[in-house]
């Protein structure tokens, strides 16, 4: 018993091996990358693709991780999602501006004035009144159910299930309609 123990763990460590050597000789361009090639798949950030085993059964089973930071990343790879890539980042877009017209101004102001000469970038307090300038320009456009659902997941990171999401989808595409002209 120990020792097929060990020769599963064994195993698992040989394979980690194989696939640290692989990602380091992709990442070199010294071998070709043989993952898949889909728009989808493509547009996900793929975190690490391994080989695990069930216990309770001998077939390998291929595991796809990727970085879920916030209820739109959720919602967005979650295998029956209907989000396009184009209401994925309408959201991203949102919740940035949301997370910007939160963030309060500096408390010190730069006395630099190169900075200002040079038409450096939005600052403390421009940055978060441009931030609420998008996200009111943003709110106009939807209507209020549409309103409710996108300010849930993308600015307050809440889950929706996945039946609930017509409205979510329906307002990105607003969004995403209002910035495609800008």
């Given at each position: ?7 599963r763990?064994?195993?698992?460590l ?5 696939y640290?050597?692989?990602s380091r000789?992709?990442?070199?361009g ?29 077939k ?11 209820a ?18 309408a ?32 600052t403390?307090?421009e940055n978060?009144?441009?931030a609420r ?12 159910a549409q ?11 809440q ?24």
């Amino acid at each position: 018993m120990v020792t097929l123990e060990a020769n599963r763990v064994a195993q698992i460590l040989k394979s980690d091996r194989r696939y640290n050597r692989l990602s380091r000789e992709i990442a070199a361009g010294t071998a070709p990358d043989p993952g898949a090639d889909g728009p989808a798949a493509t547009a996900r950030k793929i975190v690490q693709d391994a080989v695990a085993l069930i216990e309770r059964s001998a077939k390998k089973h291929t595991v796809r991780r990727v970085a879920e930071e916030c209820a739109l990343d959720r919602l967005y790879y979650r295998p029956t999602s209907a989000m396009t890539p184009q209401q994925y980042g309408a959201g991203l877009r949102f919740r940035r501006a949301w997370l910007r017209s939160a963030r309060r101004a500096r408390v010190t102001q730069t006395y630099d004035m190169q900075e200002i000469e040079r038409g450096g970038d939005l600052t403390g307090q421009e940055n978060s009144s441009y931030a609420r300038e998008l996200v009111s320009e943003a709110l106009s456009v939807l209507t209020t159910a549409q309103r409710r659902d996108v300010v849930a997941v993308c600015g307050e990171d809440q889950i929706l299930p996945s039946k609930c999401t017509k409205n979510l989808r329906n307002g990105l595409d607003a969004l995403y309609d209002l910035w495609r002209k800008k």
